[in-house]
């Protein structure tokens, strides 16, 4: 299983990025592919997830009405759109992948995971 995340980079607070997630070594359908973030010297959150099937998980309200998840069964791609970009956005994202439901992947255990890409936002 290889999960490799891109996309990453500096950008100024209010502005928009969109970090895609490309999958190989899996049924794609089958998996649960979700995107979390850590920031140095704090413990690891999720995000967004999305299933299979397309049903989407939000694991924080508050980004809510900012970051958007999607795919491409296709091309076995899971894409993170964020906009409206703050400095407490800033961190490693990286995406996993599960062999179950985005609810039960929150605990982030036995989960394939991305190298990550890092996502800077200035003010």
């Given at each position: ?41 704090k413990g690891r959150e999720g995000v967004l997830c999305i299933s ?44 996993a992948a599960g062999l179950r439901s985005c ?21």
């Open positions: 299983v290889q999960l490799v995340e891109s996309g990453g980079g500096l950008v100024q607070a209010g502005g928009s990025l969109r970090l895609s997630c490309a999958a190989s070594g899996i049924v794609f359908e089958d998996y649960s592919i979700g995107w979390f973030r850590q920031v140095p010297g299979g099937t397309g049903v989407k998980t939000y694991y924080s309200d508050s980004m809510k009405d900012r970051f958007a998840i999607s795919n491409d069964n296709a091309q076995m791609m899971v894409y993170l759109q964020m906009s409206g970009l703050k400095p407490d956005d800033t961190a490693v994202y990286y995406c609810e039960s992947m929150s605990t982030m255990s036995s989960l394939y995971w991305g190298q990550g890409t890092q996502v800077t936002v200035s003010s």
